[in-house]
Each structure stands twice: as C-alpha cells, then as structure tokens.
C-alpha cells in the first residue's frame, strides 16, 4: 500500500494511514497514559507523511513504522523526563511529583539493566539529558563516533526488549 501511495494514489494512502493509525494506537497503548496517546499516534502519522518519500519499496513497512514509532516514543520519554526535572526546580517534589513520570523512569531504569553502562551512559547524556554528541564524548572520554554507535546500539536492543515484551 504504501508504494502505490507513493506513486499517488491517495485513496490507498488513507486506507494505510488509518491502517497504521489502528497499530500505532495498539503500539502505545501499553506505553503512555491514554491522554498521551493521541498526540503521539498524530506525531507519528505526521513522521510518516513527511517521511514517506524515504520509504525504500523493496523493505517492510511496518518495520519502518514501528521503528519511528519506537523514536517518537523514546522523544516523549525523554520530554517527560526533562519536565519532571523542571518541576522539581523548586524543592515541592513531594508534593508535584507525577506517577507518570515516575513510572516511564523505573521503566527505563528496567530496561537499562539489559544494556552494557557505557550504552546507558550515551542515551542517558544524549537522549534524555538533551546534550549533544560532543558534550557527551567529552563527559564520558568516549569518542564522538563510539557515542553515536553506544546510542545506535542502546536504542536498538531496549527497542528489541520493548517488542519481546509485547
């Protein structure tokens, strides 16, 4: 479908975007709070719209799909994430603290368990502290390349650990 979509044919294009709309509120629905979880279908579908001419017609696609869904996913945890540290700023933890977040944390301190420290080092720096590549590589004495490849891997094994659960 979505190679004809590519090719123009717009009736096919709404029938996958619902298509995917159904997975994609299926793939989050263990992940995010239901409040959360039409914003990230809708960012998603957005990725894929924008995306679309990078689909290559000889692979899958929901591998594709499911692989911006998986970093769409990751965003908001780390956007969470961030907010939760901002809200904290003023010393009311006790009292602001979300479950929420709390939550999508022990989740991630879960799933760190199953990665090699310097991979959970990289991610946690570069993806949910928001430094960049060479703030990360200096704070760590790993390379710029040996961050990015630590990131690469990271992601992709707690991805592999996500699906294997559902």
């Known amino acids: 479908m979505m190679a004809a979509a590519q090719n123009g044919d717009r009736a096919v294009y709404r029938v996958l975007l619902a298509e995917a709309q159904l997975w ?3 793939f989050f629905a263990k992940r995010v ?31 594709w799909l499911a692989a911006i869904a998986r970093y769409r996913w990751v965003d908001h945890l780390r956007k969470v ?9 003023d010393h009311d933890a006790a009292q602001d603290s979300e ?6 944390r ?7 368990v199953h990665l090699p ?10 993806k949910i502290e ?13 390379s710029e390349s040996l961050v990015k490849v630590n990131i690469h891997r990271g992601l992709k094994k707690l991805s ?4 294997k659960a559902d």
């Open 160 to 163: 592999a650990l996500v699906e």
């Open 117 to 126: 420290e310097k991979q959970v080092e990289a991610i946690e720096l570069v």
């Open 99 to 104: 479950e929420e977040v709390v939550m999508a």
């Open 24 to 26: 994609l509120e299926r």
């Open 81 to 89: 994430y961030r907010s939760a540290e901002d809200e904290l700023g």
């Open 33 to 63: 709070p239901p409040a959360q979880r039409d914003d990230l279908v809708q960012e998603v579908l957005l990725a894929v719209h924008n995306k679309r001419a990078s689909w290559d017609p000889s692979r899958p696609f929901f591998p």
């Open 130 to 142: 928001g430094l960049s590549i060479a703030e990360a590589s200096a704070r760590t004495g790993q």
């Open 106 to 112: 022990m989740s991630l301190e879960r799933l760190f």
